[in-house]
């Protein structure tokens, strides 16, 4: 962008183009607008660690400060979304030092559940406690020198860029009467991807796969097949109530 200075005439002609500016109004040109919007589009779950935030809290801060704010243009829109996952890291920082501290503590208790070092005077609950956190943070500092150190300039980057994204937000928020208005469309969600299961488990089937099928039952052996009702059948020449076949009559001429 050009560093010249505009005259009094440009920039009452830009305040008058950006109060008759609403954005496109034809089919066409809001159809352009929604797929730059699209484009522009922020996956608030990317930002998060794995198994240790939920997968809205980007999203949700987000949507608090839209609430708030009201942009009237992406450059708006953008600011608030760095001021979202500033203020997450500055929350992240605090997570970190409480599970620093908590550390701290299981480093001041021993295998049986007590403090290692217990105050000899009377004190009460919650000054042992406060005794139990400064033993525990001083052994892990022993341990590891420049934890510490990480932590706090972690913790003071984050709140750094924290200022510094709503500085940035104040900046083109007073730039509103030279920019043009644009409509915030926000992008379309993305479908959420199916977590892999850990190695140990195994992999359940898909919902499109169709129900397996049952194998026919196996066909009835001799003694399990039910014992017949109808009356019995003379086979040959044989005499009613027997098994027994008649012997052929004699044939003249035949042996």
């Known amino acids: 962008m050009s560093n010249r200075q505009l005259s009094e005439k440009q920039l009452a ?30 996956a608030a779950a990317d930002f998060i ?78 000054q042992g406690f406060n005794h139990a956190l400064a033993d525990g943070f001083v052994r892990l500092v022993r341990q590891s020198p420049e934890i510490w150190k990480l932590f706090l300039r972690y913790q003071a980057q984050a709140g750094r860029a924290y200022r510094q994204a709503i500085q940035e937000f104040d900046r083109l928020k007073s730039l509103r009467d030279e920019l043009p208005n644009e409509p915030v469309i926000e992008p379309e969600p993305k479908p959420a991807q199916p977590v892999p299961p850990p190695p140990n488990e195994p992999i359940p089937a898909r919902q499109t796969d169709p129900p397996p099928v049952a194998p026919p039952p196996p066909p009835p052996y001799p003694r399990d097949i039910p014992p017949t009702t109808e009356p019995m059948v003379i086979i040959n020449n044989a005499r009613p109530g027997s098994l027994r076949p008649e012997p052929a009559p004699f044939a003249p001429g035949r042996r």
């Open 13 to 42: 002609a830009n305040r008058a183009n950006a109060a008759r500016s609403t954005g496109p109004r034809t089919p066409e040109g809001k159809s352009r607008s929604a797929q730059n919007a699209r484009k522009h589009g922020f």
């Open 49 to 126: 660690v794995v198994r240790a935030e939920h997968l809205d809290e980007v999203a949700d801060i987000k949507a608090d400060l839209v609430a708030v704010y009201h942009p009237v243009n992406f450059e708006e829109l953008s600011a608030l979304e760095r001021i979202a996952l500033a203020r997450h890291a500055v929350l992240r920082a605090s997570r970190l030092e409480a599970g620093l501290f908590s550390t701290g503590i299981n480093e001041a208790v021993d295998t049986d559940g007590a403090f290692r070092n217990q105050p000899s005077l009377d004190v009460t609950v919650g």
